[in-house]
Every structure is written in structure tokens, then in C-alpha cells.
């Protein structure tokens, strides 16, 4: 199966959703921000606080996450459209069930986080979810395409020390792309 990237451009989304435990989402857009030539650091790099090992991929691979299930066109790629800062941006397009990417973070019982990522989606039919300490906050499926866009999770609790975080893909016919995942105590 051949796959190519589709880029979309002057696409404006903004829209706000409630997930669940009354934990907020907020879904915005910004401009890309241009790689430069050679390896840059993420703006994920730069975060105080950010408990997310390689959290822009800018290791080139996927140092720092553990992969499972359908791992079909899934990588780690340089440059646009792939990158949303730094140099490198993860690409995620299994044909035939979800994919994952997973760390466990080093969080405290009792404490909250809030999770930030950029996500970008070229074509349907797919999936993207996100999995926060073993409880799902967000299963969306045929997405439009869109541009790198903020997804922002506010007051997500950790039930125990160590707190696992899932990103779950599927795309049929193109990629979603994720970068600068950031998560610290709220």
C-alpha cells in the first residue's frame, strides 16, 4: 500500500469540548513554526518541569516510548510536514488496527498534570486516542484533515506514582502527526 502526505493550508479550527471526568480540552491552532536546517531543539525541550522523555523525538527514533500493537507506517521523520518544532516529528499511519506509543511518567499519587501535544491528521478513515493512567479521554474517529493544532488536557489526575500515558493511531490512507508532548503538575 503506497501512502503519501496530503498538506492542508488556511485551515482555521477552534472549538472547545468538555472530556470526561470534567477535565477540559482545548483545541487550538497556530502557525507552524519553520525547522531549520540541521537538528533543532523541540519547544517541548524547553519546558520546565516537562516529565516526557524525548518528547519532540528529536533522538531520531522513538527513545524514551514503548511501541505496540499495528506499527505499519510508523516512524520517526525530519522536516516538514512532520516536525512541528525541532527538527523531527513522529508519523503515525497502521492500516490495520491502532498503534501505540506509551511512557510511563514520573508522576506523584494524588497529584494533577496537564498533557499538551501538537496533532496534525491528512485524510480519513481513522482513529487517534489518548489513553491518561489506564482511562480513556479521547477516542475520535474520521477527523477531517487539519494542520498542527494544540490539544490541551487541564487537571488530569494520577491515581498512583508512575502514571502511564497512551497515543493510539490509525489511518487508513495517509498519517497523523504528533509533536511536542508535554506534560507537567497542575
Given at each position: 500500500?503506497?501512502?503519501?502526505?496530503?498538506?492542508?493550508?488556511?485551515?482555521?479550527?477552534?472549538?472547545?469540548?468538555?472530556?470526561?471526568?470534567?477535565?477540559?480540552?482545548?483545541?487550538?491552532?497556530?502557525?507552524?513554526?519553520?525547522?531549520?536546517?540541521?537538528?533543532?531543539?523541540?519547544?517541548?525541550?524547553?519546558?520546565?518541569?516537562?516529565?516526557?522523555?524525548?518528547?519532540?523525538?528529536?533522538?531520531?527514533?522513538?527513545?524514551?516510548?514503548?511501541?505496540?500493537?499495528?506499527?505499519?507506517?510508523?516512524?520517526?521523520?525530519?522536516?516538514?510536514?512532520?516536525?512541528?518544532?525541532?527538527?523531527y516529528?513522529?508519523?503515525?499511519?497502521?492500516?490495520?488496527?491502532?498503534?501505540?506509543?506509551?511512557?510511563?511518567?514520573?508522576?506523584?499519587?494524588?497529584?494533577?498534570?496537564?498533557?499538551?501535544?501538537?496533532?496534525?491528521?491528512a485524510?480519513?478513515?481513522?482513529?487517534f486516542?489518548?489513553?491518561?493512567?489506564?482511562?480513556?479521554?479521547?477516542?475520535?474517529?474520521?477527523?477531517?484533515?487539519?494542520?498542527?493544532?494544540?490539544?490541551?488536557?487541564?487537571?488530569?489526575?494520577?491515581?498512583?506514582?508512575?502514571?502511564?500515558?497512551?497515543?493510539?493511531?490509525?489511518?487508513?490512507?495517509?498519517?497523523?502527526?504528533?509533536?511536542?508532548?508535554?506534560?507537567?503538575?497542575?
Open positions: 500500500m503506497k501512502k503519501s502526505a496530503i498538506g492542508v493550508s488556511g485551515v482555521v479550527l477552534v472549538f472547545s469540548l468538555v472530556a470526561f471526568a470534567g477535565n477540559q480540552q482545548v483545541i487550538k491552532v497556530a502557525p507552524r513554526v519553520s525547522v531549520v536546517s540541521g537538528v533543532s531543539p523541540s519547544a517541548c525541550d524547553g519546558v520546565d518541569g516537562n516529565l516526557v522523555a524525548n518528547c519532540g523525538f528529536e533522538t531520531g527514533d522513538f527513545t524514551g516510548w514503548t511501541q505496540s500493537g499495528d506499527l505499519s507506517f510508523t516512524s520517526v521523520e525530519i522536516g516538514s510536514p512532520v516536525a512541528h518544532t525541532g527538527s516529528g513522529g508519523r503515525f499511519g497502521p492500516v490495520n488496527d491502532l498503534g501505540f506509543i506509551t511512557q510511563v511518567l514520573a508522576t506523584a499519587a494524588g497529584g494533577t498534570y496537564n498533557l499538551t501535544f501538537w496533532l496534525r491528521n485524510n480519513s478513515p481513522n482513529e486516542v489518548v489513553i491518561w493512567d489506564g482511562t480513556v479521554i479521547f477516542d475520535q474517529t474520521t477527523k477531517p484533515d487539519f494542520d498542527y493544532m494544540l490539544v490541551e488536557f487541564d487537571g488530569l489526575p494520577a491515581s498512583m506514582d508512575g502514571t502511564q500515558l497512551d497515543f493510539g493511531f490509525y489511518n487508513l490512507p495517509d498519517y497523523f502527526y504528533i509533536d511536542d508532548i508535554v506534560v507537567v503538575p497542575n
